[in-house]
């Protein structure tokens, strides 16, 4: 499928990240939807830098990440960087750590950099793809792509079908590409419906990123303050709550931006079905004792867009994201299926599957 085609401008892959001569551009989410500017990055050090400042969040650093590696392979012809593939482990390592909580580009990194490996390791790659690094990279990414995008098109369909005519739809954050095609199939399918859009502070990624985003796709729309959530529940403007999962552990605990706990608590108190769109569960997190929680520094909660809400003296906490506990949490949204909570492992950790065969 033309994924690009469901997606509004700021999420249509060359506007998250290009490569333009010898210098990769980051989309900088920080001046939208006021102006569309890109961060230009000469080395993979500035790229985490850009990831760490907040240029592009949420699913962002992983096409960001894909995108750095097409970079790599371009420099390395250009003899600008070293020719082996500890330069692309290196990278793949130093732009995980940027945001250490969201996993998933980590572990697709460590997969693509695994398949650049095969250059370095494996006789006969080089002539077979006519000694073309540059070409043998893209095609690595190329389908790296192909495959994420048949991802957000199962997801889109699942969550599309757990959407009703009429629903007040409440979300949190930016929750991108699978909810985003959820909305857009569900439109589609002749739907009318709502979306009750939390600002999001620190950085507003709702009323910024989310509410501009859908007003682009012709959906229906409210920016409302980050504990609202609970009135509309209460009034009954709200029958659905959806976000997506920066993290989801094999025991089907969510992590997602903070406000996410609040909203999700409201909605089990009110019988709200809450469902997170995941893409990639993390095998190697098997519950919340696993997570490393990102803090991020307390005077970023001190201002808005540079102007201050307090004073200078004043000190501020941010832990930048939730944990929601899986009793909360009605379905999560996998390419594998609209599953439980307690099904995740099922799915996707391979030492679960493996002791339910030894048992069997």
Request: with cysteine; aromatic share 8%; charged share 25%.
């Amino acid at each position: 499928m033309d994924l690009d085609a469901y997606l509004p401008p700021l999420l249509k892959k060359r506007t998250i990240a290009k490569i333009e001569g010898r210098q990769l551009l980051i989309g900088d989410r920080r001046s939208y939807p006021w102006e569309m500017q890109f961060v230009p990055c000469d080395s993979v050090d500035a790229v985490f830098q850009a990831i760490k400042d907040m240029v592009t969040q949420g699913g962002g650093p992983l096409q960001v990440g894909l995108t750095t590696m097409r970079f790599i392979a371009r420099k390395i012809h250009a003899g600008e960087m070293p020719d082996h593939a500890r330069t692309f482990l290196d990278a793949a390592q130093k732009l995980s750590s940027a945001r250490p909580t969201n996993t998933t580009m980590a572990r697709t990194l460590q997969h693509v950099v695994s398949h650049i490996a095969r250059w370095y390791v494996c006789s006969g790659v080089q002539d077979v793809h006519a000694n073309d690094l540059v070409g043998f990279v893209d095609s690595i990414i190329d389908s790296q792509e192909a495959a994420f995008d048949a991802d957000y098109d199962i997801m889109g369909d699942l969550g599309s079908r757990c959407i009703s005519d009429s629903d007040g739809i409440l979300t949190t954050c930016f929750a991108e590409h699978s909810f985003l095609v959820s909305l857009a199939k569900a439109k589609e399918q002749g739907k009318s419906f709502t979306v009750f859009v939390p600002e999001t502070r620190p950085y507003l990624q709702g009323a910024r990123l989310t509410a501009p985003s859908l007003h682009e796709m012709g959906i229906d729309a409210y920016v409302i303050t980050d504990g609202m959530g609970a009135h509309y529940m209460r009034d009954g403007a709200i029958q659905l709550y959806m976000t997506a999962a920066d993290l989801v552990t094999m025991d089907g605990t969510v992590v997602n931006k903070v406000g996410t706990l609040a909203n999700a608590i409201s909605a089990n108190h009110y019988d709200i079905p809450y469902y997170a769109f995941a893409m990639s569960p993390d095998p190697s997190k098997k519950s919340s004792k696993d997570i490393i929680m990102e803090e991020r520094e307390g005077k970023e909660i001190l201002d808005i867009r540079g102007v201050p809400t307090t004073l200078d003296s004043m000190k501020g906490r941010y832990p930048a994201f939730d944990i929601i506990d899986p009793p909360l949490v009605d379905g999560i949204i996998t390419p594998k299926g609209l599953l439980k909570p307690h099904e995740i492992a099922r799915e996707f950790d391979s030492s679960y599957r493996n002791q339910g065969a030894e048992n069997s």
